[in-house]
């Protein structure tokens, strides 16, 4: 078996990456190129190119004068976002239930593994894009255009605000894969259409309340170092 080497900048980029999937990078904390090579034995080029990456995937901010920054999701209107996909996401799907097929669930079984596997590998982009994928495949036959819309502009203007915030909050990224599978579960039984929109919008509102949590705790942290 011939084995692959990873480059410093991949190095690099998978130490920042799971740094702010686990909250060792916190939201506003800045990434000291200097610090983080003393700490790593990484040279300063590759974390510059890991920097940009990140930068144009969403995940930090540089700054001129002051460096890169871990990028804060804006609360507000994440919040705001959260809550009408919710409900418009739980509608949808309840209404695109009975029209998917086996090959389409199982389609949507495949995307929740991949899933796991990129939360496992610490892949970012990956896991948010392929969520999207995933929520959107069960609206997908809802038969009302209107809402299908709707559901996708909510969607795009969730990842113009962050592409996801499950990494603010520790272990909520791993719970919802299981909640994905109660729902798929749900929709393979024939359950009825209340109780599947029920689940959906209760998934969605467990991540809102998952990051409203640990951005208390966060805060209150702050306010006790100082």
Same mark, same amino acid.
């Given at each position: ?22 909250g060792t990078y916190g939201p ?33 901010d540089i700054v001129p004068n ?55 590998? $610490?892949?970012?982009?990956? $896991? ?11 609206? @997908? ?24 915030? $499950? ?31 029920? @689940? ?27």
């Amino acid at each position: 078996m011939v084995e692959t080497k990873i480059s410093k900048a991949e190095q690099a980029y998978a130490i920042l990456s799971r740094g702010i999937m686990d909250g060792t990078y916190g939201p506003g904390q800045r990434l000291v190129i200097d610090q983080l090579g003393r700490e790593h034995g990484i040279s300063s080029v590759p974390w510059r190119e890991s920097l940009r990456r990140l930068e144009a995937e969403g995940w930090v901010d540089i700054v001129p004068n002051a460096g890169a920054i871990v990028k804060s999701v804006d609360v507000d209107s994440w919040h705001r976002t959260m809550n009408l996909l919710a409900r418009l996401e739980g509608y949808a799907t309840a209404l695109s239930a009975p029209r998917l097929d086996a090959a389409e669930l199982a389609e949507a079984r495949d995307l929740n593994k991949q899933m796991g596997e990129a939360l496992a590998n $610490f892949d970012p982009q990956r $896991f948010g894009d392929l969520n999207r994928t995933f929520h959107e495949s069960l609206c @997908s036959k809802s038969d009302d255009e209107r809402l299908n819309h709707l559901v996708h502009a909510e969607w795009t203007r969730l990842d113009l605000i962050r592409r996801t915030a $499950f990494w603010y909050a520790p272990g909520r990224a791993l719970a919802s894969l299981a909640e994905h599978d109660q729902i798929l579960d749900l929709i393979e039984a024939g359950a009825d259409a209340d109780l599947i929109e029920t @689940s959906v919008r209760q998934h969605e509102i467990n991540t809102l309340d998952a990051v409203a949590k640990h951005e208390a705790e966060r805060k209150a942290a702050e306010r006790a170092r100082s």
